[in-house]
């Protein structure tokens, strides 16, 4: 499996913000811009909080094997395959989500004298830092799900073997 780069996601979310501004300042013209929905930042933060919980399973149960403390409980590598799997998916959405969100609040700011408005780009801001806070919780589920590279690996195959 492939690890998600942080790069990847920042230029998913700057282009995604670029096509949302866009987007809501053609809207905006047409007096018709839709609403910034204020369940958005909630369930961002939701996702956030189940891949941070996850991650800090995860990671306290590889711990106890790894220091094979008594009644430690394993970790199933296709349970930390579909976590990773979760994870990645989820970064991915919410780089493109962030960027929507970060468009549309970016053309709020121009707005911010009607109320309504302000609301809105209130709301869009904490979507955004919602959907940064998804990105983050996952890119760390990826990191304690990593398998530690094996350097002593008998079969020859791996990185220990290019350097023979």
Not at 16 to 43: E, R, Y
């Amino acid at each position: 499996m492939k690890l998600l780069r942080l790069r990847l996601l920042v230029g998913i979310t700057a282009a995604t913000t670029a096509l949302s501004w866009a987007g809501a300042k053609l809207w905006a013209s047409l007096d018709t811009l839709p609403a910034v929905p204020g369940a958005a930042p909630v369930v961002l933060a939701a996702v956030a909080v189940i891949l941070l919980a996850t991650a800090l399973s995860l990671r306290s149960r590889l711990k106890a094997a790894r220091e094979r403390q008594p009644g430690a409980k394993g970790v199933d590598p296709l349970g930390a395959a579909r976590a990773v799997v979760l994870g990645q998916a989820s970064a991915l959405v919410s780089a493109v989500v962030t960027g929507i969100y970060a468009g549309a609040g970016i053309q709020l700011l121009g707005e911010l004298d009607v109320p309504a408005r302000k609301d809105q780009a209130i709301t869009a801001g904490f979507a955004v830092l919602a959907g940064v806070a998804v990105i983050a919780a996952a890119l760390w589920l990826q990191h304690v799900c990593k398998l530690p590279e094996n350097h002593d690996d008998p079969g020859g195959h791996g990185p220990a073997a290019t350097h023979r």
